[in-house]
Nanobody, 118 residues
Framework: QVQLVESGGGSVHPGGSLRLSCSVN????????MAWHRQAPGKQRELVAE???????DYADSVKGRYNITRDNAKNTAYLQMDSLKPGNTAVYYC????????????WGQGNQVTVSS
């Protein structure tokens, strides 16, 4: 059973920073694309950032230059560093781990609340 454990959410003032972590149990982390999605109240869930098994990254336009996604295969953990946070970034952030083809499987973390307010 694949399990994701997230940590690192919280409350910050505008301009502040937070780092989210997502750890995956088992030995399959290295064949997973890792991503974070977020869902703000009354809005649809959206992809924020992802990193492939080869380290290629992609970001939503709204977070480019402020967010940085990385992975540490030795620790089975992905990280999302969020800088210059804005009130509009307030949302529940969910970690998503997808197995690389030909394997199948898409797993989600429990979500972490990120609140940016003055």
């Amino acid at each position: 059973q694949v399990q994701l454990v997230e940590s690192g959410g919280g409350s910050v003032h505008p301009g502040g920073s937070l780092r989210l972590s997502c750890s995956v149990n088992g030995r399959i982390f290295s064949i997973m694309t890792m991503a974070w999605h977020r869902q703000a109240p009354g809005k649809q869930r959206e992809l924020v950032a992802e990193i492939t098994t080869g380290g290629r990254t992609d970001y939503a336009d709204s977070v480019k230059g402020r967010y940085n996604i990385t992975r540490d295969n030795a620790k089975n953990t992905a990280y999302l560093q969020m800088d210059s946070l804005k009130p509009g970034n307030t949302a529940v952030y969910y970690c998503d781990a997808r197995l690389k083809p030909p394997y199948e499987g898409d797993y989600w973390g429990q979500g972490n609340q990120v609140t940016v307010s003055s």
